[in-house]
């Protein structure tokens, strides 16, 4: 009975043993399929990131080649926006300072009061200021980079055959020269 029991348990053995080398054999197949699958799909990432890229990169030209003729303009607004974030910085700084030095320990008299006052409404109105002439320049540049793409536009459509006209709704290209310079 003994035997017979070791022999049962030995066969048994060697059933799980085949059994777990085939699970191995499976779960290493399935693992080489999904470092292949990872590898393809980081290959077409990096073949799509590439191509984006060199759109992104095409764009940017093109938008900077666009905005040429206005680069003062856009040197200026990119200046001001320096300025803007000093302003700000400036004031948080004022503030902390005020508080830590002259207020918390109160210190300060009703002078103290009136100049920290006087000196935060001075840097908020030029932050404004700034503000606002970035704004204007912002705005007017948008109009005029709007208005030269209209003309090229334009320009394009004063070139293009007499049958792409008539294949053509009016409507239509005036709808796409307006809102797509917009």
């Not at 003062?72 to 926006?81: C, H």
């Not at 908020?124 to 003309?151: D, H, P, Q, W």
């Amino acid at each position: 009975i003994y035997r017979d029991n070791y022999k049962k348990r030995q066969g048994s053995k060697c059933a799980n043993n085949r059994n777990r080398k085939q699970k191995e054999q499976s779960r290493n197949k399935d693992h080489k399929i999904k470092l292949i699958k990872l590898w393809f799909k980081s290959l077409v990432f990096q073949i799509i990131s590439h191509l984006s890229h060199q759109a992104a990169s095409r764009n940017f030209k093109r938008i900077l080649s666009i905005c040429k003729p206005h680069r003062v303009i856009l040197i200026i607004v990119s200046f001001l926006m320096l300025i803007t974030s000093a302003l700000e910085l400036g004031v948080q700084f004022f503030l902390r300072y005020f508080v830590d030095e002259h207020f918390i320990p109160q210190k300060g008299g009703t002078f103290d009061i009136l100049f920290f006052f006087t000196i935060y409404a001075g840097i908020m109105l030029a932050g404004n200021i700034v503000f606002l002439l970035r704004t204007y320049l912002c705005g007017k540049m948008g109009i005029k980079i709007s208005y030269s793409l209209r003309e090229q536009i334009n320009n394009h459509i004063q070139k293009l055959s007499l049958s792409f006209m008539n294949r053509r709704n009016e409507g239509e290209l005036l709808g796409r020269m307006t809102w797509d310079t917009n």
